[in-house]
C-alpha cells in the first residue's frame, strides 16, 4: 500500500489549503482512515479520522476549521483547512489500515503512513 500526500505549502494565518491523499493498492472506502501531523520536537498527533461507513472524528484543536472527507470513486482521501494558525505548522500525514476496533481513530495504531506534507502558516 503506497500513500502519496500532496497540497501542503505556505500561507498566511487565516488562510486555507487542501490536502490531498492518493492510494495505490488499497481501498479508502474499506477502512478506516486519517490525518495526523507532527512539528519538530512534538509527537505526531491525530488531527482528524473517518471510518468506511464515513463517521468523522475531530481533534479539538480543529473542530470548526478543518474537514476531512473522502472521493470513493477516485480513491481519494482530503482535508480542507481553513481558518488556519501558525501552530497549525506542521508535517501532515495521511494515514490508513487502523490495527484496533474499527472507527474513526486519532491514535496511531495505523499500518500505512504516507511520507507527509509540509503546511507552514506564517502570522
Known amino acids: 500500500v503506497q500513500l502519496v500526500e500532496s497540497g501542503g505549502g505556505s500561507v498566511q494565518a487565516g488562510g486555507s489549503l487542501r490536502l490531498s491523499c492518493a492510494a495505490s493498492?488499497?481501498?479508502?472506502?474499506?477502512?478506516?482512515m486519517g490525518w495526523f501531523r507532527q512539528s519538530p520536537g512534538n509527537v505526531r498527533e491525530g488531527v482528524a479520522a473517518?471510518?468506511?461507513?464515513?463517521?468523522?472524528l475531530y481533534a479539538d484543536f480543529v473542530k470548526g476549521r478543518f474537514t476531512i472527507s473522502r472521493d470513493n470513486a477516485k480513491n481519494m482521501l482530503y482535508l480542507q483547512m481553513n481558518s488556519l494558525k501558525p501552530e497549525d505548522t506542521a508535517m501532515y500525514y495521511c494515514?490508513?489500515?487502523?490495527?484496533?476496533?474499527?472507527?474513526?481513530?486519532?491514535?496511531?495504531?495505523?499500518?500505512?503512513w504516507g511520507q507527509g506534507t509540509q503546511v507552514t502558516v506564517s502570522s
Open positions: 494515514t490508513t489500515g487502523f490495527r484496533g476496533a474499527p472507527g474513526a481513530r486519532l491514535d496511531p495504531a495505523y499500518a500505512y
Open positions: 493498492e488499497y481501498t479508502f472506502s474499506s477502512g478506516s
Open positions: 473517518m471510518d468506511y461507513v464515513g463517521t468523522t
